[in-house]
């Protein structure tokens, strides 16, 4: 069986592998990665270009997991709440159940769209999230313990904490 789980990824992080174990050990054989918001990139809520992201989670499945289980893409916003679902299905391989917490997302894929919807259980949620790690680089705190090893040196590469330090002075945390 395959899944979807969707995620922005704005940083890729422990609570993502978290969720792809989860998954892996609900009878499914391959996950299409999808990362949402792709073409948003240099704000708060999206610091990391979809390429950035991409090349993040590549990394991270190819450490973490059999890479031959993954499928893995990225789809921009179309601001369009009542064909979204229509959209994901018509731009990635078949899926027969879609992972998520996002509950609008439940709610579009359960009303618009044939999918099963399911949960993945929260791994210490108030730490694990793109939010509080981008609060953490701000802050000058320490976020590199949620983050995933071999992401550290791609963060850097992309100068992730001075971008997300500079936005910070024009741009609100979401």
Known sequence: MRALYLGRFNPPHKGHIYALEYILNQDIDEI?????????AYSL???????????????MVKEHFNYDQFFISAIPDIDRNTIWPANVIDLIPSFDVIFTNNSLVQELFTDLSNKEVRE???????????????????????????????LLPLIEKYQGIKRIQSLATTDEIK
């Open 32 to 40: 299409i990665i999808l990362i949402g918001s792709g073409e948003k």
């Open 45 to 59: 809520k999206n610091p990391f270009t979809g390429g950035e992201r991409y090349e993040m989670v590549v990394t």
């Open 120 to 150: 993945i259980p929260f791994n210490k949620r108030e730490v694990l999230s793109g939010k509080s790690i981008r609060e953490k680089m701000i802050k000058g705190e320490n976020w590199q313990q949620d983050i995933p090893d071999e």
